[in-house]
């Protein structure tokens, strides 16, 4: 079991380009969390997923848009990065609800210029 | 609207010391977690606490919580290098996971 994967693990983007951060899972769980890790602040909900084909705001969902076309795989996506967005991106999963333990990647490191 | 917040944020101690990490929130929950994440690593979970009064141990943490105070703690018994590492506190609200800020536990010999 490979658990919760990230790709890629480091990018670097300039203002105004766009990116996907791609999330699977093997675990075959329900929800699926996209958070962002900014100093001093803890980690923040960006979006979520209560199952294949839904998608739900967190706290701090301006600027991205997510996805779950499949079960395993949670996409998030930057249509125009801003220097603001310079943060580590990290995705979990778990099994049937929010109440249940949530299992991390390994986190994306995003430069946004 | 949930605050998490951990104290202190930084917390240097000697190997063989005790201490503990306090997370106070401000509405009602029926769950708390800790996570550990070593520097420029991911989350590991280490307790999950359910209801007023549990406690859990693993080795030389033990994590309690009251609920009616709205206090969870992250106690250290004497501390080893390996435990160096940042610590989260995280409340369930309705839908969501709201971490708190974290404390940076640095042992040093």
């Known amino acids: 079991n490979a658990g919760v994967t990230q790709t890629p693990k480091f990018r670097v983007l300039k203002t105004g380009q766009s990116m996907t951060l791609l999330c699977a899972q093997d675990?075959?769980?329900?929800?699926m969390y996209w958070y962002r890790q900014d100093p001093g602040m803890g980690l923040r909900l960006i979006h979520y997923s209560v199952g294949e084909g839904t998608t739900a705001k967190g706290e701090v969902p301006d600027g991205y848009n997510v996805s779950r076309l499949k079960k395993q795989n949670f996409l998030l996506g930057l249509e125009s990065a801003a220097p603001s967005q310079t943060s580590v991106y990290f995705c979990?999963?778990?099994?049937?609800?929010?109440?249940?333990?949530?299992?991390f990647g390994p986190g994306t490191r995003l430069l946004v210029l | 609207e949930l605050k998490v917040e951990q104290n202190p944020l930084f917390l240097s101690m000697q190997e063989g010391k005790n201490y503990t990490i306090y997370c106070n929130y401000s509405?009602?929950?029926?769950?708390l977690y800790w996570y550990r994440q070593d520097p420029g690593k991911s989350l590991e979970s280490l307790f999950v606490?359910?209801?007023?009064?549990a406690v859990k141990q693993e080795g030389r943490l033990m994590a309690s919580l009251d609920t009616k105070a709205r206090l969870s703690t992250l106690h250290i018994t004497a501390a080893v290098h390996d435990l160096s590492a940042t610590y989260f506190c995280?409340?369930?609200?309705?839908?969501?996971?709201?971490f708190g800020t974290g404390t940076r536990l640095q042992v040093f010999p």
């Open positions: 606490l359910l209801s007023n009064g």
């Open positions: 979990a999963s778990s099994e049937l609800a929010v109440q249940e333990t949530q299992y």
């Open positions: 995280a409340v369930v609200n309705t839908d969501k996971l709201i």
């Open positions: 675990m075959n769980h329900e929800y």
């Open positions: 509405t009602t929950s029926d769950r």
